[in-house]
């Protein structure tokens, strides 16, 4: 045993040597054959052990995030040693990582079908029509920014729960890279006055880098995460994903597991004391005190128009006694003014407006007086939430504030 953890400490430490290497201008092709040679027979899970244990002793992610490259590099001539068991992985249609993939195709299909040919075009005839037509098939492309985004939203926070944590910071790191570099390539090509080499150097530069990304996900990140994570993971996932939005693919099949009793019942799983959301559970004591630090008075009327709930916030624009509780919200409000509540909450519940919205100066503050509509997922009406807030202090901010204040 004592040999396999010695033999851990020494590749790590020539990890470290190698990122460092990277780090005074090494080249991917520099460093290459030296990471070649260090991973030798060990998997992509031992490999993002070692990155983890780098970061965990305070090496920063943005300096293991230069080693992404070299992995791809080397992983495309050694597949099937550094993850043999994911080839035989069966992704079932609709399952996240199915859906990911199929995303993958049609992004290497526009490339390699539409951008890339588009690009020669315009370089070659200079004509504005064929710019057009490369642009087009680039805003295509950006719509990745919807399959990044579950990706980083989606599966990074199961990752981390797992103490996955390193190799999500670095993917989102590149992630965030072939963002900015798809914006400057758009914006260098309806600039009239850039050289088309220019252009067309950066769009190839990007599209590799997609390409190397998809490389990443699928022989490193999916493997890892189908090794690691549960159907119940995976179905919450699944039904998160619409929220989204999907990459180039015009219908997305449902995912159902094919044993589905391995799901367990999420009430059963929740405590007791916890209540549970669509996005997590909370217990009572941290639902009323979350309500009550939002910087907002808030107040909730029922469906049957009677005062159930307000915050008590340390911000408060208008008194209230909990005497008002199970009060009809008309005689919560001066006569002159109940045709104008009744209205309101009428407007709401019929549908003809899901909010209104009034302002008022009171008391040296601009109050910001906001009343919605709350339906359920059925769309049923559920009672009218009145939001109230001074928006002076936000009114009067100028400039930017990039630093953290003082305690």
Same mark, same amino acid.
Request: aromatic share 8%; hydrophobic share 35%; glycine share 4%.
């Given at each position: 045993?004592?040999?396999?953890?010695?033999?851990?400490?020494?590749?790590?430490?020539?990890?470290?040597?190698?990122?460092?290497?990277?780090?005074?201008?090494?080249?991917?092709?520099?460093?290459?054959?030296?990471?070649?040679?260090?991973?030798?027979?060990?998997?992509?899970?031992?490999?993002?052990?070692?990155?983890?244990?780098?970061?965990?002793?305070?090496?920063?992610?943005?300096?293991?995030?230069?080693?992404?490259?070299?992995?791809?590099?080397?992983?495309?001539?050694?597949?099937?040693?550094?993850?043999?068991?994911?080839?035989?992985?069966?992704?079932?249609?609709?399952?996240?990582?199915?859906?990911?993939?199929?995303?993958?195709?049609?992004?290497?299909?526009?490339?390699?079908?539409?951008?890339?040919?588009?690009?020669? *075009?315009?370089?070659?005839?200079?004509?504005?029509?064929?710019?057009?037509?490369?642009?087009?098939?680039?805003?295509?492309?950006?719509?990745?920014?919807?399959?990044?985004?579950?990706?980083?939203?989606?599966?990074?926070?199961?990752?981390?729960?797992?103490?996955?944590?390193?190799?999500?910071?670095?993917?989102?790191?590149?992630?965030?890279?072939?963002?900015?570099?798809?914006?400057?390539?758009?914006?260098?090509?309806?600039?009239?006055?850039?050289?088309?080499?220019?252009?067309?150097?950066?769009?190839?530069?990007?599209?590799?880098?997609?390409?190397?990304?998809?490389?990443?996900?699928?022989?490193?990140?999916?493997?890892?995460?189908?090794?690691?994570?549960?159907?119940?993971?995976?179905?919450?996932?699944?039904?998160?994903?619409?929220?989204?939005?999907?990459?180039?693919?015009?219908?997305?099949?449902?995912?159902?597991?094919?044993?589905?009793?391995?799901?367990?019942?999420?009430?059963?799983?929740?405590?007791?004391?916890?209540?549970?959301?669509? *996005?997590?559970?909370?217990?009572?004591?941290?639902?009323?005190?979350?309500?009550?630090?939002? =910087?907002?008075?808030?107040?909730?009327?029922? *469906?049957?128009?009677?005062?159930?709930?307000?915050?008590?916030?340390?911000?408060?624009?208008?008194?209230?006694?909990?005497?008002?509780?199970?009060?009809?919200?008309?005689?919560?409000? =001066?006569?002159?003014?109940?045709?104008?509540?009744?209205?309101?909450?009428?407007?709401?519940?019929?549908?003809?407006?899901?909010?209104?919205?009034?302002?008022?100066?009171?008391?040296?503050?601009?109050?910001?007086?906001?009343?919605?509509?709350?339906?359920?997922?059925?769309?049923?009406?559920?009672?009218?939430?009145?939001?109230?807030?001074?928006?002076?202090?936000?009114?009067?901010?100028?400039?930017?504030?990039?630093?953290?204040?003082?305690?």
């Amino acid at each position: 045993m004592s040999e396999i953890i010695n033999s851990r400490e020494q590749r790590q430490a020539k990890l470290k040597e190698l990122i460092m290497e990277l780090h005074e201008g090494a080249t991917v092709n520099d460093v290459k054959e030296k990471f070649a040679k260090l991973i030798e027979g060990v998997s992509a899970s031992e490999i993002t052990q070692m990155e983890q244990a780098l970061v965990n002793e305070g090496m920063p992610v943005s300096e293991i995030q230069k080693l992404c490259d070299v992995h791809a590099s080397v992983f495309k001539g050694s597949i099937e040693e550094i993850h043999a068991e994911s080839n035989d992985l069966k992704y079932e249609p609709g399952h996240p990582i199915n859906t990911f993939e199929l995303e993958n195709r049609k992004i290497e299909e526009l490339i390699d079908e539409e951008i890339f040919p588009s690009l020669e *075009a315009y370089k070659s005839t200079k004509e504005s029509n064929k710019k057009e037509i490369f642009l087009y098939a680039w805003e295509k492309l950006m719509t990745i920014e919807r399959h990044y985004s579950r990706k980083e939203n989606l599966l990074f926070p199961y990752m981390e729960k797992y103490d996955i944590t390193a190799p999500p910071q670095v993917m989102w790191g590149v992630d965030d890279e072939i963002r900015e570099g798809m914006k400057l390539v758009k914006n260098l090509s309806v600039d009239e006055t850039i050289d088309i080499d220019i252009l067309s150097e950066k769009a190839v530069e990007v599209m590799d880098q997609i390409k190397e990304m998809i490389f990443k996900e699928e022989n490193i990140m999916f493997p890892m995460t189908l090794d690691t994570m549960n159907v119940e993971e995976w179905k919450a996932i699944e039904e998160a994903s619409s929220e989204i939005g999907f990459t180039l693919l015009k219908t997305v099949k449902r995912w159902q597991p094919r044993f589905e009793e391995e799901i367990e019942d999420k009430d059963i799983k929740t405590s007791a004391e916890n209540i549970q959301f669509d *996005a997590g559970s909370l217990s009572p004591e941290e639902i009323n005190s979350i309500l009550n630090t939002v =910087p907002l008075d808030m107040t909730f009327v029922d *469906a049957n128009n009677r005062v159930k709930y307000f915050t008590q916030g340390k911000e408060r624009i208008f008194d209230r006694a909990k005497t008002i509780i199970g009060r009809e919200v008309k005689n919560c409000h =001066p006569p002159k003014s109940v045709h104008i509540v009744e209205k309101i909450v009428e407007d709401l519940r019929s549908g003809i407006k899901d909010h209104e919205d009034f302002w008022i100066e009171m008391g040296g503050m601009f109050v910001y007086i906001r009343y919605f509509a709350v339906r359920n997922d059925k769309g049923e009406f559920l009672g009218t939430l009145e939001v109230t807030q001074d928006i002076k202090p936000i009114q009067e901010l100028e400039g930017e504030k990039r630093l953290m204040s003082e305690g």
